[in-house]
T-cell receptor, first 112, second 114 residues
Framework: KAGVTQTPRYLIKTRGQQVTLSCSPI?????VSWYQQTPGQGLQFLFE???????NKGNFPGRFSGRQFSNSRSEMNVSTLELGDSALYLC???????????FGPGTRLTVL | TQLLEQSPQFLSIQEGENLTVYCNSS?????LQWYRQEPGEGPVLLVT?????EVKKLKRLTFQFGDARKDSSLHITAAQPGDTGLYLC??????????????FGKGTSLLVTP
């Protein structure tokens, strides 16, 4: 079974721009979560989606948003990029009844 | 947010030594997971512990969940250079509308030199 895939792997943007990141979960996994990882703050939860609905949200500003499609694939959007948004963005999937999350390789976003 | 404290933050040891990494919280978690992460990659799940007092072994790695389900430890016996990486503990909690999230510790960066 293929793992979680994320595209693109690397992205360079400038302040004020917006960005969209994509995630395809493991086949059969309907829950998709997003995390931000920075050297200073570590791994922080952004939000979780299943059945195309946001179920849970972390403590991030409204510039961070996401959505999920009927095939469970998910996208995450960050608008009006700031330098502090530079991070590794990780997507994770799980079975709805499961308590284990499996992570993708991440998208490295650099904001200049 | 339920905080998870991991210690030590950094660890540099020689091949063959033993080590223990600790993960502590004031909150109770429904389960706790340990991950290992290589630079530039996503975390890879090592183990999930669910029951208080549970001990799980994965080759040279031993994981223990505290009786009160607030703390956990990871012990590596006879460390090898291939064990080098960032070890992360994460407590799972469920939101009222069935949402789920992992709350991560800051991680322990382990370097094992030959």
């Amino acid at each position: 079974k293929a793992g979680v895939t994320q595209t693109p792997r690397y992205l360079i943007k400038t302040r004020g721009q917006q960005v969209t990141l994509s995630c395809s979960p493991i086949s059969g996994h309907r829950s998709v979560s997003w995390y931000q990882q920075t050297p200073g703050q570590g791994l922080q939860f952004l939000f979780e989606y299943f059945s195309e609905t946001q179920r849970n949200k972390g403590n991030f500003p409204g510039r961070f948003s996401g959505r999920q499609f009927s095939n469970s694939r998910s996208e995450m959007n960050v608008s009006t990029l700031e330098l502090g948004d530079s991070a590794l963005y990780l997507c994770a999937s799980r079975e709805i009844a499961g308590n284990e999350q499996f992570f993708g390789p991440g998208t490295r976003l650099t904001v200049l | 947010t339920q905080l998870l404290e991991q210690s030590p933050q950094f660890l540099s040891i020689q091949e063959g030594e033993n080590l223990t990494v600790y993960c502590n919280s004031s909150s109770v978690f429904s389960s706790l997971q340990w991950y290992r992460q290589e630079p530039g990659e996503g975390p890879v799940l090592l183990v999930t512990v669910v029951t208080g007092g549970e001990v799980k072994k994965l080759k040279r790695l031993t994981f223990q969940f505290g009786d009160a389900r607030k703390d956990s430890s990871l012990h590596i016996t006879a460390a090898q250079p291939g064990d080098t990486g960032l070890y992360l503990c994460a407590g799972a909690w469920y939101h009222s509308n069935s949402g789920y999230a992992l709350n991560f510790g800051k991680g322990t960066s382990l370097l094992v030199t030959p």
